[in-house]
């Protein structure tokens, strides 16, 4: 019932995102757009029909956000991260039946935000803060519509696939799970949590970008 819609590269401004994407991936991401209200904006690299990546960072042209920016933006450590380098530090997976699904998590499916972005509209389930399993666990989407993958230019990268380590293998296995996406990412038990993406750029070689 979910599948991954999108992965998430964090930056401290979106010109060096799209510079650390250039450098890898040997293209350059699309322009996207501001989150009013939320204090980012991005920018979007087309992976095939169904998937894409994002780079996002903090909207210097919007005022502070009354909540915390999504996917740890705020977070001193993350701020410290990603003053180093871009990094990959989340992913998002969609849903025909966002409601069903939250509603039978509890409290453990987090908060429902609408968002808009242009002519695209959604909800985002993000799960709650310091229980995401460091971001392993996924914000839920449900596009209003045909979701932003079908109308990006395809870049000619793919994902190949998309992994998750974490010392608590088998209870990250179990949340993504009662979510619908086991089949969605492979798990691995390590010492350090990371999530790493297999890429393959349109000349055919092959990229890994990981959160750590």
Do not use: K
Request: proline content about 9%.
């Amino acid at each position: 019932m979910a599948e991954i819609d999108h992965i998430v590269l964090g930056a401290r401004t979106l010109e060096e995102g799209a510079e650390y994407i250039e450098r890898h991936l040997g293209v350059r991401p699309d322009p996207g757009g501001a989150h009013e209200g939320f204090g980012t904006h991005n920018l979007l690299l087309g992976l095939g029909p169904a998937c894409y990546l994002e780079v996002i960072a903090p909207d210097p042209s919007q005022p502070e956000p009354e909540h915390p920016r999504p996917f740890d933006l705020d977070d001193p450590a993350m701020r410290t991260r990603l003053e180093a380098e871009p990094s990959l530090i989340a992913w998002v997976a969609r849903t025909p039946v966002l409601d069903a699904v939250v509603a039978r998590l509890g409290p453990r499916g987090g908060e429902m935000r609408a968002m808009r972005r242009g002519r695209l509209s959604w909800r985002m389930a993000f799960p709650p803060q310091r229980q995401d399993m460091d971001n392993l666990i996924p914000a839920l989407i449900q596009w209003d519509g045909p979701g932003a993958a079908s109308q990006i230019r395809d870049s000619g990268c793919r994902l190949l696939a998309l992994e998750a380590e974490h010392p608590e293998a088998e209870a990250l296995r179990a949340a993504l799970a009662e979510r619908g996406l086991e089949e969605a990412l492979r798990v691995r038990r390590s010492p350090h949590a990371r999530l790493v993406a297999r890429l393959r750029r349109p000349d055919g070689g092959e990229v890994a970008l990981t959160s750590g």
